[in-house]
């Protein structure tokens, strides 16, 4: 079994943990968004094993990583993610029936169903966009701050990337630009040890992302993804100096995929059985469940209620993509640009 993470903060003192500044609401929204997150997962697995949708990335067991960071955003901010962002879209609003009308091809679809599930961007709701190319959304992020800065508003832009992307060398210039022109952009790896089959600790030197912050001139910083808690309360230091124009910060959040790379990919020989149980047993929304129970936070009813809750909203999810039309053939013609030059 590979050995667990080591959680380091090389650049700066890690922040503790004031649970004054999270209210009982939000570990409840929390809760709800996460169960959310997982039960659309897994019913985007069901609609595959249909043959209704093609060659999704489950985000199943990293959901606590995005919903802690955009438990901090607010109307204006916004989102990037990449391959694997169905949990990031969730975590940021975006409509679960939009996104399952988008999975199956239907024009209801938050891309009139011609982008599918690695394309899913919601501009209203502050999701700038999924994408299968891997590292191509950091630069699109920071432009996006670059934007949010030009314009003098104190809004920050949030891209999430694997830690394969993580050796793009793309990501090393925008750290860069960001950082002499202190953008307000938060550079979140969601670190789940793998990138496709390749292990992280073979493929990174140095054996972790956050530490280059620090040739940056930037904060780097490494959270446990697999409690939402710590996701939000450690990233607040990242969102409050974006806010306030002092510029970027790298969180690489330690976290775990349950599923194969991609839908199809069974089984998984480059990963131990007893590596997976092992995060398992720590799963992030037994983490909170627990939590919410043992601090009295609310009752064992209060979260029934919101899982029965968040089932009937992914079967209503369902049942409005099965509802809708496929994309007229006209539709091919529409969203196109065509250059003259
Ligand atoms: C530029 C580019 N190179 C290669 C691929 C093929 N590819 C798709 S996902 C992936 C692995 C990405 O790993 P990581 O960034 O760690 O994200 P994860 O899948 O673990 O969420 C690769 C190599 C791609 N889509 N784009």
Redesign the pocket.
Known sequence: MATDFIIIDIYKEEPGLDMQKIDDKLLMQFFETMVTIRLFEEECRRQADLGKLRGM?SSIGQEAVPVGICGHLKEGDYILG???SHHHCIARGVDINEMMAELLGKSTGTNRGKGGTMHIADIDKGMLGAN????SNIPVATGAALSAKMRGTDNVSVVF?????SGQGVLYESMNLASIWKLPVIFVC?N?R???ATPFEYAIAGGNVSSRAEGFDMPGIQIDGQSVIEMFLKATPAIERARNGEGPTLIEALTY?YQG?FGGENPQSYRTKEEEEHYKSNDCIKQIRNYLIEEEVCGLDDLTRLEEGASVKVEQSVKFADDSSFPDDKALYEDVYISNS
Request: aromatic share 10%; no cysteine.
């Open positions: 990335h990449n391959h694997r299968g190319v891997v590292g990337f694997g830690d394969g992307a969601e789940n793998y990138a496709e995929r790379h």
